[in-house]
């Protein structure tokens, strides 16, 4: 069932399509991807692929461009119900798919440009990667860099990223690097679009406390050669015009798994707390459990409102910045809250790997970190109320 009341009956189709795939397809093998790759996990490959055949990949490219030119509520619905299978898939799947914008924003060919878009129709992965390993919060301080080679009309790229999601899988990434030092970040830094053929070489895969589902590496440039026309927007002006327009695709992203997730963990634990007996009778009617319940359902209610109001007014062409860092605080915060009292309704048993709860959780924590911990993002909210101080020197 879609969760989101004003979910059309076109949206509810969408998702439920893409639910039943994903849960026949993965929900039985969600252990073996979880423990392969000597416990690392892997990105469900098949799964993808499966969707892809199905027309769930690159749902938001324009129909002209032969995508199927979904807004971003549709879009997040779908993700919300296949993150209730998996936060880890669905994350996945949403960055892998979403980083097809900065392919328009380069000045390569258009018959370059649909080639690339027809090759994500057709399942290609990208990733975004911007963080290294004394930049995360402070990109700024990032040492990846690019120099001009004039004589040959390309851009020479080196440096190391961290943690990049997908990164094992992309066909392309999405690259931030310094042009020009002696200006401010958003002066100097360049997005760059960059086929992994081009020797982008793939390092250290993480081994993580949860998502196994999405792989993140380390992704090394080493001279890596980039045409002038794989500039994203300007030079110079990569924070504003690749990361500054992230809007819908990071509500999308950060969000949509885990509130999925946090739905899935909610359901189980109703279903769980009108079954298992104590005292003589079900859980769910000692007011303790009840209550939990009932403040679950309120919490998740409250942080799906709060989403989807920032998603129809993106639909509409408004990004609502000050609304897009409370739901990337409150979504993530809530569904973690959520997930956590799910786990506590199932008493032991939520401890326990048999039961889907301690994977929810496991997942669910990192969406508090990524996408601008929930530190930041409270920073640049409290920020960006306040104002200037009309009494401040400058
Ligand atoms: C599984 C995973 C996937 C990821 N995927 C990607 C990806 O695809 N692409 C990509 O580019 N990056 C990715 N990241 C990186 C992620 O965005 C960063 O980890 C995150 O931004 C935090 O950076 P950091 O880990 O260096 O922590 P730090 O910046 O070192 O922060 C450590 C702590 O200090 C706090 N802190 C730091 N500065 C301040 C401040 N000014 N005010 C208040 N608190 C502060 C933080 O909130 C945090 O609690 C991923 C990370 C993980 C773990």
């Given at each position: 069932m879609v969760h989101y009341i004003f979910a059309t009956e076109e949206q509810?189709?969408?998702?439920?399509?893409?639910?039943?795939?994903?849960?026949?397809?993965?929900?039985?093998?969600i252990e073996e991807y979880e423990n392969a790759d000597g416990g690392l996990g892997c990105y469900p490959q098949e799964v993808h692929d499966k969707l892809v055949e199905a027309g769930f990949y690159g749902v938001t490219i324009p129909e002209e461009m032969?995508?199927?030119?979904?807004?971003?509520v549709t879009q997040a619905i779908i993700l919300e119900k296949?993150?209730?299978?998996?936060?880890?898939?669905?994350?996945?799947?949403?960055?892998a798919e979403s980083q097809w914008p900065n392919i328009l924003k380069t000045s390569m060919p258009d018959e370059e440009k649909q080639m690339w878009i027809d090759k994500i129709l057709a399942g290609a992965i990208g990733a975004f990667a911007l963080t290294e390993s004394n930049a995360g919060s402070d990109p700024a301080a990032m040492t990846t860099h690019a120099e001009f080679d004039e004589k040959t009309n390309e851009w020479v790229i080196n440096g190391r990223k961290c943690f990049c999601s997908g990164g094992p899988n992309a066909e392309f990434y999405v690259v931030m690097a310094w042009t020009d030092k002696t200006q401010r970040p958003s002066k100097g830094i360049t997005a760059f679009f960059v086929e992994k053929e081009r020797g982008v070489e793939v390092a250290k895969k993480e081994n993580k406390m949860g998502l196994h589902l999405s792989e993140t590496a380390d992704i090394v440039f080493d001279d890596v050669r980039v045409p002038a026309d794989h500039v994203i927007g300007h030079v110079n002006a990569g924070f504003g015009e690749a990361l500054g327009t992230l809007g819908a695709t990071s509500a999308?992203?950060?969000?949509?798994?885990?509130?999925?997730?946090?739905?899935?963990?909610?359901?189980?634990?109703?279903?769980?707390?009108?079954?298992?007996?104590q005292f003589g009778?079900?859980?769910?009617?000692?007011?303790?459990?009840?209550?939990?319940?009932?403040?679950?359902?309120?919490?998740?209610?409250?942080?799906?409102?709060?989403?989807?109001?920032?998603?129809c007014a993106a639909r509409d062409g408004v990004d609502d910045q000050k609304?897009?860092?409370?739901?990337?605080?409150?979504?993530?915060?809530?569904?973690?809250e959520v997930i956590d009292m799910a786990l506590q309704v199932l008493g032991?048993?939520?401890?326990?790997?048999?039961?889907?709860?301690?994977?929810?959780?496991?997942n669910a924590r990192i969406f508090q970190i990524f996408g601008g911990t929930n530190q930041i993002k409270r920073k640049n909210l409290a920020?960006?109320?306040?104002?200037r101080d009309p009494q401040a020197k400058r």
């Amino acid at each position: 069932m879609v969760h989101y009341i004003f979910a059309t009956e076109e949206q509810k189709e969408f998702a439920e399509t893409a639910y039943t795939i994903v849960s026949k397809e993965l929900g039985p093998k969600i252990e073996e991807y979880e423990n392969a790759d000597g416990g690392l996990g892997c990105y469900p490959q098949e799964v993808h692929d499966k969707l892809v055949e199905a027309g769930f990949y690159g749902v938001t490219i324009p129909e002209e461009m032969g995508g199927l030119g979904l807004d971003p509520v549709t879009q997040a619905i779908i993700l919300e119900k296949i993150g209730e299978v998996d936060a880890g898939f669905a994350f996945a799947l949403a960055s892998a798919e979403s980083q097809w914008p900065n392919i328009l924003k380069t000045s390569m060919p258009d018959e370059e440009k649909q080639m690339w878009i027809d090759k994500i129709l057709a399942g290609a992965i990208g990733a975004f990667a911007l963080t290294e390993s004394n930049a995360g919060s402070d990109p700024a301080a990032m040492t990846t860099h690019a120099e001009f080679d004039e004589k040959t009309n390309e851009w020479v790229i080196n440096g190391r990223k961290c943690f990049c999601s997908g990164g094992p899988n992309a066909e392309f990434y999405v690259v931030m690097a310094w042009t020009d030092k002696t200006q401010r970040p958003s002066k100097g830094i360049t997005a760059f679009f960059v086929e992994k053929e081009r020797g982008v070489e793939v390092a250290k895969k993480e081994n993580k406390m949860g998502l196994h589902l999405s792989e993140t590496a380390d992704i090394v440039f080493d001279d890596v050669r980039v045409p002038a026309d794989h500039v994203i927007g300007h030079v110079n002006a990569g924070f504003g015009e690749a990361l500054g327009t992230l809007g819908a695709t990071s509500a999308v992203c950060n969000c949509c798994p885990v509130l999925g997730s946090a739905q899935a963990a909610l359901d189980y634990a109703t279903n769980y707390a009108k079954e298992r007996r104590q005292f003589g009778k079900r859980i769910i009617d000692h007011q303790a459990v009840g209550f939990m319940i009932a403040d679950m359902n309120m919490k998740i209610s409250a942080a799906r409102c709060m989403l989807y109001e920032y998603l129809c007014a993106a639909r509409d062409g408004v990004d609502d910045q000050k609304l897009g860092l409370m739901i990337k605080c409150y979504v993530t915060d809530t569904a973690n809250e959520v997930i956590d009292m799910a786990l506590q309704v199932l008493g032991g048993y939520g401890y326990m790997k048999e039961y889907p709860l301690e994977r929810h959780r496991r997942n669910a924590r990192i969406f508090q970190i990524f996408g601008g911990t929930n530190q930041i993002k409270r920073k640049n909210l409290a920020k960006a109320i306040a104002g200037r101080d009309p009494q401040a020197k400058r």
